[in-house]
Structure formats: structure tokens, C-alpha cells
């Protein structure tokens, strides 16, 4: 996410050096390469300029704050600023008083639309809400049925149209009293698109709009198309009007044009962000912890979100007395390797950690995947007894297992050499100063 820009902050920071106040020329030269960067990304002109001239206030004569190097200071007013063009504040879905809310999504085909409307029903449905979705895209071969197959993957259900109905105007009167009947309280419509803006789709939203009365008419963006999403949200808020704005596919984004563009030109805030192509991959939008992804500082407050979303916190204090006791076994094993994948890939985990992602360029993300799934196949070979206990596994229980996994005896003895060393590691880290301990057992 972001990597070109992010690495191109990080490099315009690292050139900046000296003591006191930062030099006029030291200033021009960050914020030229500054613009570069936001232009190379496909920010909008007009956001370039007014972001650069901001950052120029606030760094004209900037003292270094005590305790902060040079580049620390520009980074925290590059920060604030990044943060303030992407909205401030996160904005949360406004909830109707008198339920049901409902949510109309649009944009063209192709933008993700009906998954995201899946995945907004996920959100809501973890969250203990009663969720009804709509398939009224009536224009796209196999569109109901993909919002059916969603829906019975995360149980919530799903109104399609009766055979002969075209025009999805006329599905309203079997929603409402599907809504009325299962009391739902979010009620999720999924819309047509079209390849391009055309007249007889604004005509259709339009009349969409008017007949369901959304509470919220988000307009569902792909963030690779750059500034050309700003242009078609500019077209769809005129014509129909939109309260805010979902981005989807922003795993795959590594410019970012779109998503620093949008509020500045629109004034509408951004929703919610599709980080991947799980279902569970639609995060609610936080414009700080966004910034700091942006400028290469990580998001400490997502990652240690997924993680208490991964493992429970009676789960987590099993492991440090296990841990304690050096008695972690291959089966707690397993089960973090498990519970890293429920957080996300090893790349996007990677770039939540505050510095880190100068060193995705130097990671074979590939490998370590196949690495973990390789340790799981190899792990789930064994019975539990030998899980268990790990000391019981000779030369014949081996062999079997690398038989069974798929791979050599050798890889076995790797994971189980890799095991052994996670395990002291642990247990080290747990003592008392045992992180400085744990750094002379590291290799760097």
C-alpha cells in the first residue's frame, strides 16, 4: 500500500541534516521534492499546491524541537498536514434513530461494489446488528447471484428480484416488507454500474435514491484508478449527491493518488477502505493512522487491533506462562502461525510497524508465506502426542512426517531447529531485562 510514495518521503527526509532551526534552502528543497512525489503519485494539481504551501508555514523558521532531530520535526509537521488533507477525523456511518439505516452503494462496474457491500454487511453483522442486503443490480449478468453466494457465506440474507422484474424500482415493495418482517436494522442496497457514466444509470440511482431514502449513498471508488476516481465522484455527487466515499483495492495501490485527492476536491469524507479480498478486509477509515502508513511511521493501533481480534486476551496470558515455563509446545505453534494469518499477509503486517517499510524491498514476501504454509503442512503431519511433546520425535517418526507433509527430512529438522529457537526466545524475553538478553541471541 503506498509503497512508491512512502519510499519516496523516506528518502526526502533522510537528506535533511543539521541542528536549531531548519535552513530556508533546507525547506525549498523538502518541499520540491515533496511536490514531485505527491505528483508522481497522481495527487490532483490543485491538493499539491495547497498541501505544499501549508507544509511551507508550518516549516518556514520551525524550531527543532528538543528531544527531535531535523528530519523528526518535518516528519510530524508532514504528519499533521497529511492527516488534515485526509480528513482530520475519522467519519463514522451516520445510524438512523428509527431503524432500519439504510446504506445505497454506487459506482461503476468494476469497482468492487458488490463485494463491498458484502463486506459492510460482515461489518455490521460482527458488530450484533440484524443486516438485510439488496441485489438490485438488475443489469450485470450473474450480479444477484454473486450477492447470494456472498450472503449465504456470511449469513445474511439476500432480496433478489422476482422472475420478469427488470427495473429495480419495482423490487422496493418485497424489501420493505422483507425489512419490516425480519425487524433488520441495517438494510444494504447494492446498485447497477456501468462501464462508463451514462445518463440512464444517473436516471435509475436517482430514482433509487428518492424511493429507498438512504441515510448514507456511498460511492464505491477503486483507488488504482488515481485522479480519474476523483473526476467520477465529482460527476455522481452532482447528479445524485454522495455522503461519503468507499475505497476499495488499496492493498494494491501503490501510488495513492486517489485517496489523498478525494477530500480536498469533494469535501466528502472517506468511509471505509477494502484492504483485501477476504471478506473481512474492509476497515473502517482512520485519516491518522492512514498518514502514518503514508509517510513510512506504520499503524501500531491497527496492528495491535488485529491482534486482539486474533487471539483473546486469556489466550494471550496461556502463552506467557507456557512461555514462562518453557513449556510451548509445536500445537501454540501452530496456533500463532494461525493467528499471524488472520491479521493479515506477512507484507501488509510488515507495513503497520513504525519503520519498516524501507524494508519491504528486501523481503521475498512468496517465501515467507510459502514458508509458513510449508511449517503448517509439516506441523499438522505430526499426531498431537508428538506436538505435545516434541523431544519424542526420532529419526523414523521424521520421516513419516516429512512423507506426509510433502517435503525432506531436512525441512522437518529446520522447523523444528526454527521451533526451538522461537521457544528460548520467549522465554528469554520474559525474564527480567530480557529484552537485552534476547538481542544477543538475534543474528543482526
Known amino acids: ?13 533522510r537528506k535533511i541534516t543539521g541542528r536549531g532551526l531548519l535552513s530556508e534552502a533546507q525547506v525549498d528543497e523538502t518541499l520540491r521534492e515533496i511536490r514531485v512525489a505527491l505528483l508522481e503519485a497522481d495527487v490532483n494539481l490543485d491538493v499539491v499546491k495547497s498541501f505544499t504551501e501549508q507544509l511551507r508555514t508550518r516549516l518556514k523558521g520551525a524550531e527543532v524541537k528538543e528531544g527531535l532531530t531535523p528530519p523528526q520535526t518535518v516528519l510530524k509537521e508532514v504528519f499533521d498536514e497529511v492527516v488534515h488533507l485526509l480528513g482530520d477525523q ?19 462496474q468494476g469497482s468492487g461494489k458488490t463485494t463491498t457491500a458484502a463486506k459492510l454487511a460482515y461489518h455490521f453483522r460482527q458488530s450484533g446488528r440484524r443486516v438485510l442486503l439488496v441485489a438490485s443490480d438488475l443489469a450485470r449478468l450473474a450480479a444477484v447471484e454473486q450477492l447470494k453466494v456472498l450472503g449465504e457465506q456470511i449469513n445474511v440474507p439476500v432480496v433478489g428480484p422476482e422472475e420478469g422484474v427488470s427495473n429495480p424500482r419495482d423490487m422496493f415493495p418485497k424489501v420493505r416488507k422483507k425489512w419490516i418482517e425480519g425487524m433488520h436494522e441495517v438494510v444494504i442496497l447494492d446498485t447497477a454500474g456501468r462501464l462508463s457514466i451514462d445518463q440512464n444509470l444517473m436516471k435509475e440511482l436517482s430514482d433509487l435514491r428518492e424511493l429507498y431514502k438512504p441515510k448514507e449513498a456511498l460511492l464505491v471508488l477503486d483507488a488504482m484508478t488515481g485522479q480519474e476516481s476523483v473526476h467520477v465522484a465529482k460527476a455522481f455527487d452532482e447528479t445524485i449527491g454522495i455522503d461519503g466515499v468507499i475505497f ?4 494494491g495501490d501503490a501510488r495513492g493518488g486517489a485517496i489523498l485527492s478525494i477530500r480536498s476536491v469533494m469535501g466528502k469524507p472517506i468511509k471505509f477502505v477494502g484492504v483485501g479480498e477476504k471478506i473481512d478486509k474492509l476497515e473502517p ?7 502514518s502508513r503514508i509517510i513510512g511511521m506504520g499503524d501500531i493501533q491497527t496492528l495491535l487491533e ?8 486469556e489466550k494471550a496470558r496461556q502463552i506467557v506462562t507456557k512461555a514462562s515455563a518453557n513449556q510451548i509446545s509445536l500445537e501454540d505453534f501452530l496456533e500463532q502461525i494461525r493467528s499471524m494469518k488472520k491479521m493479515g499477509s506477512a507484507d501488509e503486517l510488515l507495513s503497520m510497524i513504525p519503520g519498516a517499510s524501507s524494508l519491504k524491498s528486501q523481503v521475498d514476501f512468496e517465501k515467507v508465506e510459502s514458508e509458513m504454509k510449508r511449517t503448517e503442512a509439516i506441523i499438522l503431519s505430526m499426531t498431537r502426542m508428538e506436538r505435545l511433546h516434541p523431544e519424542k520425535l526420532d529419526g523414523s517418526r521424521r520421516r513419516r512426517i516429512a512423507k506426509g507433509s510433502g517435503t525432506t527430512v531436512q525441512t522437518v529438522n529446520q522447523v523444528l531447529k526454527q521451533f526451538e529457537q522461537v ?6 524475553a520474559l525474564k527480567p531485562n530480557g529484552m537485552r538478553a534476547l538481542k544477543s541471541l538475534l543474528p543482526f
Open 285 to 291: 477509515f482512520h485519516p491518522d493512522r492512514m498518514a
Open 306 to 313: 488485529k491482534a486482539q481480534s486474533a487471539v483473546s486476551a
Open 248 to 251: 476499495t483495492k488499496l492493498d
Open 90 to 108: 475519522k467519519a463514522n456511518l451516520q445510524l438512523s434513530s428509527k431503524p432500519p439505516t439504510v446504506i445505497m452503494l454506487m459506482g461503476l
Open 423 to 428: 521457544r528460548k526466545m520467549m522465554k528469554t
Open 1 to 13: 500500500m503506498f509503497e512508491s510514495l512512502t519510499e519516496r518521503f523516506d528518502r526526502v527526509l
